[in-house]
């Protein structure tokens, strides 16, 4: 009987942080598990490596954006090491594997993508547009970067995700995709009642060139949100792959909650383009607070794992952090 579990690859725009360390665990628990199960097991996790916070970091500290990618990508694998987790495949998305299969998917939903200009606001810190309403509410700052919003005027590719609403909507609620916990349910199910809307799924090549291009457009790069939720089908070999036949759909996907809307609404409707079936579990965890924060790179309070591990081992890090 086959197991696939993931986490979400974390972004290598600063150091891996108590919330990856979290997660890693949570993953390696529930392969454990399914391992003394007698279940054939792949658990994967990687890192996400394009973008414009990438690009940005990287010209800060003048070197190119793979060389940081390279050295930020490392740290993660040598704290999966020192957490004493074990996933059997670990993901980069700037493998040229990961790169071409991209490519293949975007080619299998061009039905689903048309080109248009999009106005509005972006945070480089999430790597995320933001309504109007959204940047009203939060005088025009982000508040989980204490920067301000850019206005954005540029064309792009869009998904056609509106489309997908009613899948995505049943999908949740007849438990065909189970959502955990409740709030979580609840939250995502608020999201789709409000209605969804189509995104943004490229970036032009003239404001960056840090990604995957486009097939058949050398003037736009895939947005790096697009390009990083396929890395839970590249890294099985989708299309052609045997273990893509065997292993998809996924059993439980693990993420934290700020990337819910992203996990819980826009990779089902990708999937859903594809004509392939949802995860049958998506696990979305909290935060790791400090002083009512969320612990974050680029707020600059993050607590570094090896710290605690170096202190107190492997073991103990693992117990608090799963019963607390």
Request: glycine share 8%.
């Amino acid at each position: 009987m086959k197991y696939y579990l993931t986490t979400a690859i974390p972004y290598v725009n600063g150091k891996p942080h108590l919330g990856h360390a979290m997660e890693f665990v949570m993953a390696d628990v529930l392969a454990r598990a399914a391992r003394i199960d007698g279940k054939e097991v792949v658990f994967s996790t990687g890192t996400d490596e394009h973008g414009g916070k990438i690009a940005e970091k990287a010209a800060e500290l003048g070197i190119a954006p793979k060389q940081l990618a390279d050295d930020m990508s490392q740290q993660f694998r040598d704290l999966i090491e020192a957490l004493n987790v074990k996933p059997d495949r670990f993901i980069r998305t700037t493998d040229e594997a990961h790169k071409k299969r991209a490519q293949l998917i975007w080619k299998a939903l061009e039905k689903d993508i048309y080109k248009n200009t999009y106005v509005g606001w972006y945070c480089t810190g999430d790597e995320e547009f933001f309504t109007e309403t959204q940047v009203k509410d939060n005088n025009g700052i982000c508040p989980d970067h204490n920067r301000p919003y850019e206005k954005i005027e540029e064309e792009n590719y869009f998904f056609r995700l509106s489309h997908y609403t009613e899948q995505i909507r049943t999908a949740i609620k007849d438990g065909s995709f189970v959502v955990v916990p409740e709030t979580r349910k609840n939250e995502i199910m608020s999201l789709i009642d409000s209605g969804l809307e189509d995104i943004s799924i490229s970036r032009p090549k003239a404001k960056l060139d840090w990604g995957i291009p486009v097939p058949g457009d050398t003037t736009q790069v895939m947005y790096v949100w697009f390009d990083a939720l396929l890395n839970y089908i590249t890294v099985l070999g989708y299309p052609e792959h045997a273990d893509f036949a065997k292993y998809w759909p996924a059993d439980v996907q693990v993420v934290g909650k700020g990337i819910l809307r992203f996990h819980a609404a826009i990779w089902p409707g990708i999937l859903l383009g594809l004509g392939l079936p949802l995860p049958k579990v998506l696990y979305v965890h909290g935060y790791v607070n400090v002083g009512g924060q969320k612990m974050s790179k680029s707020l600059g309070n993050s607590v570094s794992p090896n710290d605690i591990i170096d202190k107190y081992g492997a073991d103990a890090f693992r117990y608090y952090f799963l019963r607390h």
